[in-house]
């Protein structure tokens, strides 16, 4: 099972992508994480993304995919994956097909979570909120300003995979306002449908 979440920052896709990892035994991969992690490990692609992050410049698509291929041949990724905050542009969804395709391999599903952004900047103040009441630090993007930036940046550049991947046949949208239990309901429901197409 290969999926990818769409969605603005705050919608829920790393609690939808954690209960994904549980139930179905995929492995979320975050773009982030694995820079991260091959930077640390070393890898030529690591290398690399640490040269031009030391430089203080973005990681080129290249690159991310470069992380993202070798990361889907690791074995805990064998029964699929869920891909959270990747890709952001056409280029990069058209740079991971092409990899995917080279692989042998292809998306199953990518789901959009539908979300009104005014109640979305509403519940970001809340979880500051909470986690300052819970005595735990804030999130540096859990502050509103920072936060609807982020959502305008998401307007703009990731809104274009959605018709991207509609007419592909492969995006399926869930209300990422609904209640965390509904939402996985409304996942696990496309899920079957996708499994079974």
Do not use: C, W
Request: net charge negative; glycine share 8%; hydrophobic share 45%.
């Amino acid at each position: 099972m290969r999926l990818i979440l769409l969605g603005p920052p705050g919608a829920g896709k790393g609690t939808q992508a954690q209960r994904l990892v549980e139930r179905h035994g995929i492995v979320q991969l975050s773009t982030g994480d694995m820079l991260r992690a091959a930077v640390a490990a070393g890898t030529e692609v690591g290398l690399k993304a640490k040269a031009v992050m030391d430089a203080g410049q973005l990681v080129s698509d290249e690159i991310v995919i470069g992380i993202v291929a070798d990361r889907i041949e690791e074995p805990d990724a064998r029964k699929g994956f869920v891909l959270d905050g990747f890709p952001r542009t056409i280029a990069q969804a058209e740079a991971l097909d092409a990899m995917l395709k080279q692989k042998g391999l292809k998306l199953d599903a990518v789901i959009e979570f539908k979300v009104d952004n005014d109640k979305l900047v509403g519940r970001i103040v809340q979880r500051a909120k909470d986690t300052e009441a819970a005595g735990l630090p804030v999130r540096k993007d859990d502050n509103p300003e920072v936060f609807t930036k982020r959502l305008q940046e998401f307007a703009s550049l990731t809104a274009a995979l959605s018709p991207y991947y509609r007419e592909r046949g492969l995006l399926r949208t869930v209300d990422g306002m609904a209640p965390i239990d509904q939402v996985s309901a409304s996942i696990a429901a496309i899920l079957d449908e996708a499994v079974s197409a």
